[in-house]
């Protein structure tokens, strides 16, 4: 998946002759705190709410002097660029651009996490193990070697871990409901459990995040 097949049709850029009130305006009905300003098809930058607040509101936003670097992510860039871009800077949406830096459009959390809730890791039925290990013990091919001798596949996995830990966190989506067979197989074979979550704890876990994220994104 790439910037491009991401890019979202519910918002417009700012010109540079829309005053701040126009920019506040925008970014209450979309729940934004960020949107790109564009010149015909070029991106001239990227106007944060706190840029808007600093200076006079009833003033075009082409004469502000913008707080934020030229944040911006080309069409072919994967998916993971975006995430990356978006939770390292804050950034509640991103600009897209093509090869001769273009503007084409934009990427919203929302429009980032929308398309997540909607793989496959996450709409197929089964169920959430989390191994702990150390970042040396880490080997997929293992650990996937394991899953398949009780018959059961990983649909998808995540590595998470502290910045002051050689551990790490490796959760696994598996495509089976009852998993208690292959929980004792990871046991026994020297594997530590962190958790494990049946299909319906899952996606209701799943669920109050989603919500409590969109509720967050909203205020």
């Known amino acids: 998946m790439i910037a491009a097949n991401l890019l979202t049709d519910s918002m417009i850029p700012l010109r540079t002759s829309d005053t701040g009130d126009d920019a506040l305006s925008v970014m209450n009905d979309f729940y934004v705190k960020h949107l790109p300003i564009v010149n015909n098809e070029e991106l001239l930058g990227l106007i944060s709410e706190d840029d808007i607040l600093n200076n006079d509101v009833n003033e075009p936003v082409g004469s502000y002097q913008l707080g934020l ?78 899953a398949e001798s009780e018959n059961a596949n990983i649909i998808s996995s995540f590595i998470s871990s502290g910045l002051d830990t050689s551990l790490i966190d490796v959760t696994l989506k598996i495509n089976l409901q009852s998993i208690q067979n292959l929980l004792a197989t990871f046991d026994r074979f020297g594997y530590q459990v962190k958790a494990s979550f049946n299909e319906s704890d899952y996606f209701d876990t799943l669920k109050e995040r989603y919500d409590a994220l969109m509720m967050y994104l909203n205020v």
Do not use: C, K, W
């Not at 975006?82 to 459009?105: H, K, Q």
């Not at 919203?108 to 959430?128: C, K, M, R, V």
């Open 69 to 146: 670097a030229r944040f911006y992510v080309r069409d072919s860039d994967h998916i993971y660029e975006v995430m990356r871009l978006l939770a390292e800077f804050r950034l509640t949406v991103i600009p897209v651009v093509d090869s001769d830096a273009n503007y084409l459009g934009m990427i919203s959390q929302e429009d980032l996490i929308n398309y997540f809730a909607a793989t496959g890791a996450f709409t197929e039925p089964g169920s959430i193990i989390v191994l702990e290990m150390h970042r040396r013990d880490y080997s997929l091919s293992e650990i996937a070697r394991i």
